[in-house]
């Protein structure tokens, strides 16, 4: 599912306007996304968690050449699943 088939499943299933529910959807990736860069964890009841992780620098091999090539270190996010969802 994309974001516009997003839009359309949650319009349809409140009975409100694609325009309306796709301001409220960038509003909330907007939040999370906001929170997230902060080093912020954002934690959806039943849906899981987002959180900002760290990955380390590290060696690893390009795959044409065989020749060994650093990674650097990287931010990254990671998600959690809820255990509602989980069980789902």
């Known amino acids: 599912m994309n974001k516009q088939e997003l839009i359309e ?3 349809a299933a409140t009975g409100n306007s694609k ?3 796709a301001g ?3 509003a909330i990736i907007g939040a999370v996304t906001g929170a997230v860069a902060n080093g912020e964890a954002v934690q959806l009841v039943g849906f899981g968690t987002f959180a900002s992780g760290a ?3 590290r060696v690893g091999r390009n795959p044409a050449t065989g020749a060994e090539m650093h990674i650097a270190a990287a931010q990254t ?3 959690t699943a809820g255990k509602a969802l989980k069980k789902r």
């Open 19 to 21: 325009a309306s529910i």
């Open 55 to 57: 990955r380390a620098a």
């Open 9 to 11: 499943t949650v319009a």
């Open 77 to 79: 996010v990671r998600f």
């Open 24 to 26: 409220a959807i960038d």
